[in-house]
């Protein structure tokens, strides 16, 4: 089983930050199987976060919050286009019962993480229990259940975003190529994720005042925009909010690329910025943390259990912002020294 593989598909329901993370999977089958055609079955917007990588040939899309029919009709048509591809290897790195029934009707040789149910286990050809700290080594552990070693698998993330994605900043911005910018992205799909408003103003009034330009980004959510106007109206010298909530994730990524620092909460573009190889300074909470940090050795996390104790997952409120207990003098020594890192670097280059 699994010598022969022409036709991969991956399936991935989750959010944008959890697609990305499946890339070290995506390079890991590229590496074993060099001439497979590679498909990815994802939520219909989340497409958005890989639309440029040309390592996919064929993307099919979920659609969400849609009614008990259509949902029927979006998975009918799916299993129907599917079927055509005959799989030599399906990988399903989701939890969803209804993908695993699709997977298991295409009666193809396929593989999954094993659960305590063994219906769910009997859905698939093999099932492979999860090992691994970071969400990032889980993911690719799955891969050792058709043989994979540690030295097969490629644990690099990849983004990729074509050259008009930069070009459409730079048609904002003609200044954007010709000075250093921190980006900072104080925005979370949940705020128990989120910061303090005056502490991410603290962070930028210092950036100002060592010369450096701060672009503040977010997610095109109105309550989203509002935290930036706030965080901006705080600041001694206003930040560019030009494109807050105005960026494609592509667009965003090239934003992320020629930035000289990245600072953020627990969110996609944290990931993204990982991806990038970027240096970051990152801040969590409640969340796992070593399971959910970035997947870089170019990233400094500071976490509120240093400062102060976090509670069960169990006992999560999410109305709570836990990361008030990190104070804005912890982010802005974290930020000195990885900008001094920076520019060591940059220095034994020349």
């Known amino acids: 089983m699994f010598q022969q593989v022409d036709r991969i598909l991956i399936c991935k329901l989750k959010f944008y ?12 089958l590229q590496a074993r199987y060099p001439q497979a055609k590679i498909d990815l079955l994802l939520y219909k917007d989340t497409k958005a976060i890989l639309a440029a990588d040309d390592r996919i040939h064929q993307f099919y899309l979920v659609e969400k919050k849609i009614g008990p029919i259509d949902t029927i009709k979006n998975y009918l ?7 055509k591809n005959r799989y030599d290897l399906i990988v399903n790195l989701t939890e969803q019962w209804p993908i695993g029934a699709l997977v298991a009707s295409l009666a193809r040789p396929s593989i999954a993480f094993q659960r305590e149910k063994q219906l769910w286990n009997k859905l698939f050809s093999r099932v492979a229990p999860m090992t691994g700290t970071h969400i990032v ?76 330009n ?16 706030r965080i901006a109206s705080l600041c001694n010298t206003t930040p560019d909010v030009r494109f807050a909530g105005k960026t494609t994730f592509l667009q965003l990524a090239a934003l992320l690329d020629h930035a ?91």
């Open 17 to 28: 930050g959890d697609v990305l993370l499946i890339t070290p999977v995506i390079a890991s």
């Open 77 to 83: 048509s799916l299993r129907r286009d599917l079927k």
């Open 137 to 212: 080594e889980q993911n690719l552990s799955l891969l050792k259940g058709i043989g994979f070693t540690d030295s097969d698998l490629k644990p690099q993330l990849q983004l990729h975003y074509r050259e008009n994605d930069a070009q459409a900043l730079l048609t904002q911005d003609p200044e954007l190529k010709s000075r250093p910018y921190v980006v900072i992205q104080p925005t979370a799909r949940q705020s128990f994720k989120c910061w303090d408003d005056d502490k991410f103003a603290e962070v930028i009034n210092h950036l100002h005042s060592i010369g450096l």
């Open 214 to 229: 701060v672009y503040l980004t977010c997610g095109p959510a109105t309550s989203e925009q509002a935290q930036v106007q």
């Open 260 to 350: 000289v620092l990245y600072i953020g909460v627990d969110s996609a573009p944290m990931h993204m910025a990982a991806a990038l190889g970027k240096p970051q300074v990152c801040l969590f909470g409640a969340t796992n943390y070593q399971q959910w940090r970035p997947w870089s050795d170019k990233a400094v996390l500071i976490w509120a259990g240093d400062y102060h104790p976090m509670p069960e997952r169990k006992d999560l409120d999410r109305t709570q912002k836990y990361l008030s207990w990190i104070p804005a003098l912890a982010v802005i020594d974290a930020v000195d020294t990885v900008l001094k890192n920076v520019a060591t670097q940059g220095d034994e280059k020349k």
